[in-house]
């Protein structure tokens, strides 16, 4: 058999299925299938390598984090941390875009997730800041790129993706650790931009936080704050795995949302255990359709082949490191973050690897890329949520989002070049 036409079968039948608007994962596993049917290679092994995908003790740490964060999402945790963020940042000109930017890290420091968090903050933010005077462009924009915060600062399920579709020999600890300088430099870099941008739209300093409420809301947005200290924690110190530093913070939330703070009746559990269970289980289908995806790449030994072909165009890292950005960044266009990293890198790690780019650094950047992603058209999902919630349209949202977009390129510029950013704390842990 001609391993290229099974290349171009294995593209055109995933592209085609794309464009007829089928779910990835069964655009995934459906040009895996028909290649393995022209390679006639027995179709036991679709079975074999979907079940083997699936089989890592790793994988139970997604479950447990998407629990964690939906129950927390569906408390009033979300307006709690942003009271604290108000405490923290809400007294400068344009504080509430600022205010925007913390509590999305805040809660990325729980929900691990861009959607969630402009789910959640989103629908607290944009009516504040509209009542507040802000127009309502700028305060989706703000949100919508503060969300992506969620994808970077641990505890990020989709770095634990990353991890498994590198085979798991990534750390998903280092690459926790990895994500934390990269988001304080994200989110600073995000509240320098919405201060300029507020100061050229005239907006005005936010209402001082009355004194006597702020031991309050200090001691609220620590209690919230914690589940991120127990997951973080327990992994860092050594005391727990990733997967039970998970179950840990979902019976922390738990605890927190229910019986402390009794944000929503008991019987909203089966609801959140159900939208759970259904995320998971897309989860883990396309976890499993992607797994005999890599296993066909790597039978007509694609990686390689990519890897050969990149170093032959140039030998400058520099180059090679901008073609991948600029190629993830315009696939994360038109596809979804979680299939894109499964897909890519098993693809891309390996050309890395032999630039001498450390796994660590480049699943940092890996993600950043693909975040930035949600917020482009077709797709664009981050972008989507934050318009329907804000009311307007797609095209004023992308409008507002673009001087935050620019700065996001140019921090993934600086991390993708000064490693130092990114590895110092892995390093440092060592």
Aim: charged fraction near 10%.
């Amino acid at each position: 058999m001609d391993p290229t036409i099974a290349i171009l079968i294995l593209c055109v039948v995933f592209v085609l299925l794309i464009i007829l608007r089928f779910p990835i994962s069964l655009a995934l596993a459906g040009s895996s299938l028909l290649t393995l049917l022209y390679l006639k290679v027995p179709l036991a092994t679709v079975g074999q390598t979907m079940i083997q995908g699936m089989n890592s003790y790793s994988l139970l740490t997604i479950p447990f984090f998407i629990l964690a964060g939906q129950i927390m999402s569906e408390g009033q945790m979300a307006l709690r941390l942003i009271n604290l963020a108000q405490v923290l940042v809400g007294g400068i000109r344009g504080g509430l875009a600022m205010v925007n930017c913390v509590a999305c890290m805040f809660f990325g420091n729980i929900s691990g997730s861009a959607i969630a968090d402009v789910s959640s903050i989103g629908s607290v933010m944009i009516p504040m800041m509209k009542k507040k005077g802000y127009d309502t462009d700028y305060a989706v924009g703000v949100t919508v790129s503060a969300a992506i915060q969620g994808v970077v600062v641990p505890p990020s399920h989709n770095l634990v993706l990353y991890s498994l579709a590198a085979g798991g020999g990534i750390s998903i600890a280092s690459l926790f650790l990895a994500g934390i300088v990269p988001g304080l430099i994200l989110c600073v870099s995000l509240m320098i931009t919405s201060y300029f941008i507020s100061i050229k739209r005239g907006y005005t300093k936010s209402e001082a936080v009355p004194l006597r409420d702020i031991p309050k809301i200090v001691r609220d947005g620590l209690l919230s704050l914690l589940t991120a200290v127990i997951i973080l924690g327990g992994i860092f110190t050594g005391w727990f795995t990733a997967t039970e530093s998970g179950a840990l913070a979902c019976l922390y939330a738990f605890i927190l949302t229910f019986l402390v703070y009794r944000d929503i009746p008991i019987s909203r559990m089966w609801v959140i255990l159900k939208r759970t269970f259904r995320t998971v289980a897309m989860v883990l289908f396309l976890i499993a359709a992607s797994a005999t995806f890599s296993y066909v790449l790597a039978f007509l030994k694609v990686p390689g082949m990519l890897t050969d072909w990149m170093l032959g165009i140039t030998d400058s890292p520099i180059i090679i490191l901008l073609i991948i950005n600029v190629l993830l960044l315009l696939l994360g266009a038109p596809m979804d973050m979680a299939p894109l990293i499964l897909i890519m890198t098993p693809i891309l790690l390996p050309v890395v690897t032999a630039l001498g780019m450390d796994p660590v650094h480049f699943g940092i950047i890996m993600m950043l890329n693909l975040g930035i992603g949600l917020l482009t058209p077709p797709v664009g999902t981050v972008l989507f949520v934050g318009s329907a919630i804000g009311n307007i349209s797609i095209s004023e949202g992308t409008k507002a989002m673009m001087p935050f977009f620019y700065v996001m390129c140019v921090v993934l510029m600086i991390l993708t070049y000064i490693p130092g950013l990114v590895m110092w704390l892995p390093n440092l842990m060592k």
